[in-house]
């Protein structure tokens, strides 16, 4: 660590609060000059616009690790802060010393030898892919030219500072000048039990490092484009109003937020959101206290949101749209309704129509961006809903008007707005309405809002100390002081709820020094997309207070001293479990250390979940253990949510790296990596053995076949298993307990609609029609035909004949592909490839688009007397190439990236070195002639479904396929004639930039045919790619709500919990919204057995424990034990017993044999050594009714 001293200038009347940057210390990964000037107002557009601007340098201290080239791509520059001169200070054994000149380990920002990455704004799209379709270019921008100070290093504020410090804002300072804790090890995953161990120098003074600075160096790891850095303990001593002048010094007008995230002086806080509001800056305050917590919000009287839920805007295309006064607008249903409110704003393109009533101005069924019809794409027109598929444009006259516009398309604009807040004197006083986060404790806000003003005044009566644990004396003090504030008409404490005010009190002072992992995650992440907010300007903020509890996880009375057994001054017996025992106690604390669990994934959710489970204990007692999986490896989009890994990490499996990392947390964590995907293929590994010795499952998945598919696991074995997933800024949690709640799979969602065929070939009206046409065509061409050439050189022509004598629909089309590929059109030089790529843009673009023309004309009218090109399908246009070409929307090349993109992947496809260099490609092409279109007569085009599927059936039954086949076949060279040939095939992938920019042109070249809005290949990289956005502040929040239910599986300390007690969760960051529900009871079957009813569920099944007997004995023992007489057994399709079989067979051979033989001799497949059970259905007959009993399957034990 080391000082860095750094000018600050404020340009406004407030110069007394200029922060003394004298020590502060730095820890950066890399180069990171910071500079504020009045460039950071326009960077940050309408948020900014209320903020002081002055000068402000934070430069930081770096080492000199290169960054890797790859580093450097897909960077977008936007404006940098400028410069300003600064000095710098040294730190030798605490002592500093004032420097006039730069020291030999600091890098002038200036000095073009620096090396490292200089934070000048620039947004790194490999790094930040997967969380920019959650914020956008913009405000990833304006966070990368923000400042965040945060108060506070326990739990919390690391997850704050680490969810912030991944997500990209420019610079953390850390403030926390105090010793950790025990208490401290529950929720900071930095910390160790080394570090609680306070030591004296040679001096008689603490040698002990604070908690900020204890973190720093990890911290600092997680983003080399954030400088991260802490106040020292000689600037501000403590958080105390005992240095409250100091503490105000570090709020400037540089700082777009300041965070607390620990308990403090009520008079120091508001005094810190005073001055927040005086520099312009945001302020957090949040806190975390066993299982209740907090957080409280104001970001000033005039904070302007952009985008108040970052959802996509409305967009629908036009049926119609009236010429009348004001004009009435109808959307095409089959796409969905508008969801336009009165009072949107809406723009509109590519209109078709509206043809002038003097005949001047006739559109002429093209379409036209101008005043001329009407509606100028360029002007926002005001909405007045009127039906969901209506609405009218009271602004707009257009009854000058003719003809009705047929087509277009609508697009919403989104209008930033204003907020207001409280302060925190003002909210703390009187609250406006507080944000609810479960229904079921509709009264819960009122009360938490109380007990927290209670707290700061108990701690400002006992010398800022906060209850003890179960301590019953401080308990009743803390009720005193709740019960006195209580004032007003409006009383929070009644008649009706005091005993159970009470209670929680209890509850809340014996737990209010715990600091607990999943608590600090779920808030860490609330307030960490917070902050992001106060930077970004984009969603809505939390306005005033926000309560959060998880009560259902503790007794309902307080657990005896001996169980809790915490001396706040024994510091030699306080664990990385202190906290977590003093809330639940040591018996439960035993419990989760010995449970052994299989955590489904390593990515965001995974990693989250392992740093919460490190902290925990989860798999560090002697009988415990993690068993994680993940067959995938990491990535450079990982690196921005999924925090265990590092740049040095890319390449390696993730399953490992997030088990070395938890290792390093937590040292008595047991844990096993595999690298091997759950499903059928992989159950001689993940079988019957393997399940029956765990306690739950933990989903980390990114799809439903794999959850559903463990889901199934655990209904078998009855295994809890926790669920959740996340989209953006949205998420949601699932908790699986056997028994008392259904099952992940008892309720699905709707299958996905495809598109059809015919709309993909030929009549494409949006973008995602385009690009998945785009897509199956690199598939088609890159991959299937390279595949299908090196299927028929590796093997001899009659065996590849046989092998496509299956295919009758198909070989000719295989075959015309392998010619063409291996032959006619077999590139020898990139000029070739050059060639290809051109005639294939004039094939694509151009030729096919003029004969659908040629059988659909323009003006073509079907038997009903309608106009063929209207509604969605929509009269294309043929492409005249043109390589200097520019799309209006998107703004890109399309002509030439599509030659540049299809020349390259072709010659990669053949091993052919390619290039790139414009001047080439131009000189190429203006030698290559392309011949003129020729109409054919007699081409069948599916004009709808029913023809394409009639076309599919009916291909190739006018000719003789097999002669065909056999003349195509004849015509190949033979395989031994390219002996050591082969093609390369080329898979999509999403994230290499070739593959996108050869998609993304040819889905906007189809646009462009059909007068579809273009897309960058930003967007396009979403659309083709099927991005999941993902962000990591939600993926902390979800991990935390997991883990809370994780100690009610475990075992809530004497306490029955019933299916009411559990809850998942359904959350959005963005707007915000969260709220907790009971999870659903499983659906019942009713049977009779015996006389007696049995209600069974997805959970049931017929146990049999008696090892390997034979099919007459279990006959037996269902007579015996369930009145109930077999009819018919079977397992799989392979059916063991049926009343109708041969009975001398069955009475001689089968019922003597063991069961688990039967099964092997009939499907002549040995079962596996680790297979313990084997599934079987049933039909059976109650013996006295003689009617049939639905029951469940049996799990026959034969092992």
């Not at 046989?802 to 063409?820: E, R, V, Y």
């Not at 070249?1005 to 083709?1024: G, K």
């Not at 919204?1073 to 017929?1102: C, H, Q, R, Y």
Request: with cysteine; aromatic share 8%; charged share 25%.
């Amino acid at each position: 660590l080391c000082h860095n001293s750094n000018s600050n200038s404020n340009n406004n009347n407030n110069n007394n609060n200029n922060t003394d940057y004298n020590d502060i210390y730095i820890y950066n990964s890399n180069n990171n000059t910071n500079n504020s000037s009045s460039k950071k107002k326009k960077l940050m557009g309408c948020i900014e616009s209320k903020r002081n601007t002055n000068t402000n340098t934070n430069n930081t201290t770096t080492n000199t690790n290169n960054i890797e080239e790859e580093n450097q791509e897909d960077i977008i520059d936007i404006p940098t802060r400028s410069p300003t001169t600064t000095t710098t200070t040294t730190t030798t054994n605490n002592t500093t010393t004032n420097t006039t000149t730069t020291t030999e380990t600091m890098t002038d920002a200036t000095d073009e030898k620096m090396t490292g990455v200089v934070a000048t704004g620039e947004v790194d799209e490999k790094l930040y892919s997967r969380q920019l379709y959650v914020m956008g270019h913009e405000a990833q921008r304006r966070m990368m030219a923000s400042s965040a100070l945060l108060f506070g290093v326990s739990g919390l504020g690391a997850e704050v500072a680490k969810n912030c410090i991944l997500a990209g804002i420019s610079t953390m300072t850390l403030c926390d000048p105090a010793i950790p804790t025990a208490f401290d090890l529950g929720g900071n995953f930095y910390l160790k039990e080394s570090d609680i161990n306070v030591n004296d120098d040679d001096n008689g003074t603490s040698a002990s490092a604070s908690r900020a600075e204890l973190s720093l160096p990890q911290l600092a790891e997680l983003n080399q484009y954030v400088s991260v850095s802490t106040v020292s303990k000689e600037t501000v001593p403590s958080l105390t109003p005992d240095h409250q002048t100091a503490i105000l010094n570090q709020i400037t007008a540089s700082i777009a937020v300041v965070i607390i995230t620990i308990p403090l002086d009520a008079s120091l806080i508001q005094a810190m959101n005073d001055k927040c509001r005086s520099v312009g800056a945001c302020f957090i305050y949040s806190l975390t206290t066993g299982v209740f917590s907090q957080v409280f919000c104001d970001f000033g009287t005039e904070f302007i949101v952009s985008d108040t839920d970052g959802e996509q805007p409305h967009a629908s295309q036009v049926e119609m749209i009236t010429c009348d006064s004001p004009a009435a607008v109808k959307v095409l249903e089959d796409h969905g309704r508008h969801g336009l409110e009165t009072g949107d704003y809406v723009t509109f393109s590519k209109i078709k129509g509206l043809e002038k009533k003097d005949g001047g101005d006739d559109n002429g069924g093209d379409s036209k961006d101008s005043n001329d019809i009407g509606l100028d794409p360029s002007i926002e027109y005001e909405v007045k809903a009127t039906g969901p598929y209506t609405f009218e444009l009271p602004s707009v006259d257009l009854s000058a008007f003719a003809i009705p516009a047929t087509q277009g398309y609508i697009t919403q604009v989104k209008k930033p707005k204003i907020l207001s807040f409280q302060s925190y004197a003002e909210a703390l006083a009187s609250p406006k309405e507080l944000m609810m986060s479960d229904f079921a404790k509709f009264d819960r806000p009122p009360v938490l809002h109380l007990l927290y003003k209670g707290l700061h005044q108990y701690m400002q009566s006992h010398d800022g100390n906060l209850p003890s644990v179960g301590s019953g004396e401080d308990a009743a003090a803390l009720l005193e002081i709740v019960k006195s504030l209580d004032t007003g008409t409006d009383k929070v404490i009644t008649e009706d709820n005091a005993t159970k005010v009470s209670a929680l009190v209890a509850q809340f002072a014996s737990g209010s020094q715990a600091i607990l992992s999943p608590m600090c995650a779920a808030m860490g992440g609330i307030v960490g997309q917070e902050v992001l907010k106060a930077c970004s300007g984009k969603f809505t903020p939390i306005q005033g207070f926000f309560y959060f509890d998880a009560v259902e996880t503790l007794p309902d009375e307080l657990l005896p001293m001996d169980e809790l057994n915490i001396t706040a001054s024994d510091n030699d017996n306080m664990t990385r479990y202190t906290s977590q025992i003093s809330v639940f106690g040591k018996t439960l604390q035993t419990k989760i250390m010995n449970q052994n669990k299989f955590l489904v994934g390593a990515g965001a959710i995974g990693c989250e979940m392992l740093k919460n489970w490190a902290l925990m204990g989860v798999g560090c007692g002697p009988e415990g253990k993690i068993h994680i999986t993940d067959m995938d490896r990491i990535e450079k989009s990982n690196l921005s949510r999924q925090f265990l890994f590092r740049t040095k990490h890319i390449n390696h499996f993730k399953s490992t790296c997030a088990a070395e990392a938890a290792k390093e947390m937590n040292d008595d964590i047991k844990i096993i990596a595999y690298q091997e995907k759950v499903g059928g293929e992989t159950e001689h590994i993940f079988g019957d053995d393997f399940y029956d010795k765990l306690n739950g499952v933990c989903t980390a998945l990114d799809n439903v076949e794999a959850r559903l598919y463990v889901d199934q696991k655990c209904l078998f074995y009855r295994l809890p298993m926790l669920e959740s997933g996340t989209l953006g800024t949205k998420g949601n949690t699932q908790v699986v307990v056997p028994h008392l709640t259904e099952n992940y799979g008892a309720t699905r969602d709707p299958p996905e609609k495809s598109i059809p065929v015919c709309t993909l070939k030929n009549f494409p009206n949006q973008i995602q029609h385009t690009l998945q046409w785009a897509r199956d065509y690199f598939e088609g061409v890159f991959r299937q035909n390279a595949e299908d050439v090196n299927s028929y050189l590796g093997t001899s022509s009659e065996n590849f004949a046989q092998s496509l004598a299956g295919q009758q629909n198909t070989k000719i089309d295989t075959l015309t592909s392998i010619q063409n590929t291996l032959v006619e059109d077999r590139p020898r030089s990139f000029e070739d490839c050059v060639q290809w790529a051109r005639m294939l843009f004039e094939d694509l673009f151009s030729n096919q688009i003029l004969q659908l023309l040629h059988n659909f004309p323009e003006d073509q009218v079907t038997s009903s007397g309608t106009k063929f090109w209207s509604g969605s399908k929509r009269c294309p246009k043929a492409l005249c190439f043109d390589i200097g070409s520019k799309c209006e929307d998107a703004e890109m090349r399309n002509h030439f990236d599509f030659i540049v993109a299809a020349a390259n992947l072709r010659a990669s496809m053949y091993g052919i070195k390619g290039r790139t260099d414009e001047e080439y490609f131009v000189n190429v092409l203006k030698d290559i002639i392309v011949p003129d279109f020729a109409a054919r007569d007699g081409v069948k085009i599916a004009a709808n479904e029913a023809e394409a599927a009639k076309e599919s059936s009916d291909s190739h039954m006018e000719e003789d396929v097999d002669v065909e086949a056999t003349r195509i076949l004849e015509s190949l060279p033979k395989p031994s004639e390219l002996a050591g040939f082969k093609l390369n095939p080329i898979e999509f992938d999403k994230d290499i930039d070739d593959h996108m920019l050869f998609v993304t042109a040819c889905s906007n070249l189809r646009a462009l045919n059909y007068q579809i809005p273009t897309e960058d290949t930003h967007r396009s990289r979403a659309i083709a790619g099927k991005i999941i956005p993902a962000i990591a502040t939600t993926t902390a929040l979800v991990t935390g709500l997991v883990c809370l239910e994780l100690y009610k599986i475990v075992g809530t300390p004497r306490k029955e919990l019933a299916v009411e007690d559990y809850k998942n969760g359904f959350i959005n960051l963005a707007i915000p919204f969260m709220t907790l529900s009971e999870p659903t009871a499983p659906a019942k079957t009713k049977a009779v057995i015996k006389g007696k009813e049995w209600n069974w569920t997805a959970w049931d099944s017929l146990d049999i424990s008696k090892g390997d007997i034979t099919l007459a004995e279990l006959m037996d023992h269902f007579e015996k034990e369930y009145n109930l007489e077999i009819q018919m057994l079977s397992q799989g399709v392979s059916i063991l017993y049926s009343f109708f079989a041969n009975k001398k067979k069955v009475e001689e051979e089968r019922k003597k044999m063991p069961t688990s033989k039967i099964i092997e001799s009939i499907t002549k497949t040995e079962f596996p050594p680790n297979q313990l059970f084997i599934i079987l259905e049933l039909i059976a007959n109650d013996l006295d009714t003689d009617e049939e009993v639905e029951i469940p399957y049996v799990k026959f034990r034969f092992r």
